[in-house]
T-cell receptor, first 108, second 114 residues
């Protein structure tokens, strides 16, 4: 099956800093999503982005499908950005395979 | 819309007990699935369904049963709970018209098996 690797595993940021999270995958994909798992455990959809670039407020994401990676950018980070960020993807449908996540802590 | 709902939020079972985790969605989504998340890890697919009457296994199906009698509901049954099934369980749904669509997750059920 498809392999997914996220980096870095942990990230500590000062409030206001920018950061980039990376998701590498082993095969071409038709379905890629970024999620934020908040400290209460809820999974929040950030982006559905099998290819191209999208922006939503301080967050943006880029997927370069031909090179098998996706990036999530967080700008002007806030303490509410703390949590774990996951990418989930599938090569042919809706059966997502998840990476191990990047744990983000934003300090005030 | 309530989206994807799951009950219960928390559950403690003894080894060997059985129970059913409930999942419902009100978005008329064809596709529904169950994932488990173990501490410090990403989610892994247990079972999924592309419509009423159709189910299939995911990556970690052993010890779990599912059925899909309606579009709205997709319950997950633990037949004989084991400590290895201690985990957080998430249900998800999406449109399924032959191409992938964005998936929406429920709030999760935290299960402890002693």
């Amino acid at each position: 099956g498809i392999q997914v690797e996220q980096s870095p595993p942990d990230l500590i940021l000062q409030e206001g800093a920018n950061s980039t999270l990376r998701c590498n995958f082993s095969d071409s994909v038709n379905n890629l999503q970024w999620f934020h798992q908040n400290p209460w455990g809820q999974l929040i959809n950030l982006f559905y982005i099998p290819s191209g670039t999208k922006q939503n407020g301080r967050l943006s994401a880029t997927t370069v499908a031909t090179e098998r990676y996706s990036l999530l950018y967080i700008s002007s980070s806030q303490t509410t950005d703390s949590g774990v960020y996951f990418c989930g993807l599938d090569d042919a449908g809706n059966k997502l395979t998840f990476g191990g996540g990047t744990r983000v802590l934003v300090k005030p | 819309n309530a989206g994807v709902t799951q009950t219960p939020k928390f559950q403690v079972l003894k080894t060997g007990q059985s129970m059913t985790l409930q999942c419902a969605q009100d978005m008329n989504h064809e596709y529904m699935s169950w994932y488990r998340q173990d501490p410090g890890m990403g989610l892994r697919l247990i079972h999924y369904s592309v419509g009423a009457g159709i189910t299939d296994q995911g990556e970690v199906p052993n010890g779990y049963n599912v059925s899909r009698s309606t579009t709205e509901d997709f319950p997950l049954r633990l037949l004989s709970a084991a400590p290895s099934q201690t985990s957080v369980y998430f249900c998800a749904s999406s449109i399924d018209r032959g191409t992938p669509y964005e998936q929406y997750f429920g709030p999760g059920t935290r299960l402890t098996v002693t």
